[in-house]
């Protein structure tokens, strides 16, 4: 048996380490979604049986169908607000603005310092009110998760482009012809992709699961899964279960997709 060195012995511990951790983690998902395929799980620790039945009840469900739309519409919708606006308030605010970019991190903890019930408050006061009367609609969800969405895409976009040497580049853009836009798309953006695809992916899994600003803002008059799942709380667990485990995949989903983009983009 070779000898093992002490760095390797570390290794092995923190790879258990993690291993341990993760395990840890994995189990109540596990546990959830053992309980969606389980015909009966009310004694004992393992279930009595497994079936789909739960899983067909609820995909056939016209209701869960549109509520499911009518979530993946809001967080689609999120996604494309932030890359609208957001994005391109952190670069200007970055290369051009330093002075807004410190308000932008002292602002960015209002909306977790807050309770929500509060900023329901506080959108309601504004979109309440001529000109813009949005109670009730889906415009002001997309509206009220732009600001509570923001730090989690401001802190992953923010690291990468402290990562960049930004005004140089815009410096030797400059030298050979190209406009800041131009810059900024061929040059910036592909390097602070990662932190965008980790903001992004972030961005639409809040919105897709966020449940007190839906549920104050719309309720029933655009019932989003969040609300749905809400009304389904005193009925069969393994309906419950099943729509947790339709989470959880749509948080999954988002991810692959935001890590396949990322290896496909252009070295």
């Known amino acids: 048996m070779g000898y093992v060195t002490p760095e390797q012995r570390h290794d092995v511990g923190d790879r258990a380490l993690i291993g341990v951790v993760s395990l840890l983690l994995l189990l109540p998902v596990l546990a959830v979604a053992v309980s969606a395929l389980a015909t009966d799980w009310y004694s004992g620790l393992v279930p009595s049986g497994l079936t789909l039945r739960w899983f067909a009840t609820v995909l056939g469900n016209t209701a869960f169908q549109s509520a499911l739309a009518r979530s993946l519409f809001i967080a689609i919708g999120s996604v494309v607000l932030q890359v609208l606006i957001t994005v391109p308030a952190i670069l200007v605010a970055h290369c051009y603005l330093p002075w807004l970019d410190r308000w932008m991190e002292r602002l960015m903890v209002l909306p977790y310092a807050l309770p929500q019930v509060v900023l329901v ?33 401001y802190l992953p976009l923010k690291n990468n482009l402290r990562a960049l040497q930004v005004h140089e580049l815009l410096d030797a853009g400059h030298l050979v012809g190209a406009g800041d836009l131009v810059i900024a798309r061929r040059v910036i953006l592909p390097c602070v992709a990662p932190g965008l695809a980790v903001g992004l992916s972030m961005v639409f899994a809040l919105s897709f699961a966020e449940f007190v600003f839906a549920n104050m803002l719309v309720g029933g008059n655009f019932q989003t899964l969040a609300v749905y799942l809400f009304g389904q709380r005193q009925k069969i667990g393994q309906v419950t279960a099943v ?25």
């Open 121 to 153: 408050v506080g959108l309601l006061g504004i979109y309440a009110n001529d000109p813009l009367v949005l109670i009730g609609t889906p415009w002001i969800l997309l509206l009220g998760y732009l600001p509570l969405a923001f730090p989690l895409l």
């Open 243 to 267: 729509i947790v485990v339709i989470y959880f995949a749509a948080m999954w989903l988002s991810t692959v997709v935001a890590l396949s983009m990322l290896r496909r983009r252009p070295a």
